[in-house]
Nanobody, 123 residues
Framework: QVQLVESGGGLVQAGGNVRLSCALS????????MGWFRQAPGKEREFVAH????????LYGDSVKGRFTISRDNTKNMMYLQMNGLKPEDTAVYYC????????????????RGQGTQVTVSS
């Protein structure tokens, strides 16, 4: 059974940077398309980023383009989200997700997701 574990969240001031990590176990990492999404209290789940099997293809949500960078290391079974220039509106629980299909922005369709990590950006 595939399991995903996020790490790296916390409290950061506006304008700061944070890197989230996602570890996959129970499956062959290189065979999974990976993504990040977030959910703030009272708001719908929001697509953040998606990365292809090789790591070449990347998609970003409009609100994070130019500030966030998704990457993966298939030798370490790890995915990352580098978040720069954080804003208070980036405050949310961030989830990593995996699927053998190229789900892309369809955040509700990923087969696997982690428990989430809280990112809080203070103004």
């Amino acid at each position: 059974q595939v399991q995903l574990v996020e790490s790296g969240g916390g409290l950061v001031q506006a304008g700061g940077n944070v890197r989230l990590s996602c570890a996959l176990s129970g499956g062959t990492f290189k065979n999974y398309y990976m993504g990040w999404f977030r959910q703030a209290p009272g708001k719908e789940r929001e697509f953040v980023a998606h990365i292809s099997l090789s790591g070449v293809g990347k998609l970003y949500g409009d609100s994070v383009k130019g500030r966030f960078t998704i990457s993966r290391d298939n030798t370490k079974n790890m995915m990352y989200l580098q978040m720069n220039g954080l804003k208070p509106e980036d405050t949310a629980v961030y989830y990593c997700a995996a699927d053998s299909r190229a789900i892309g922005i369809r955040v509700l369709e990923y087969t696997y997701r982690g428990q989430g990590t809280q990112v809080t950006v203070s103004s």
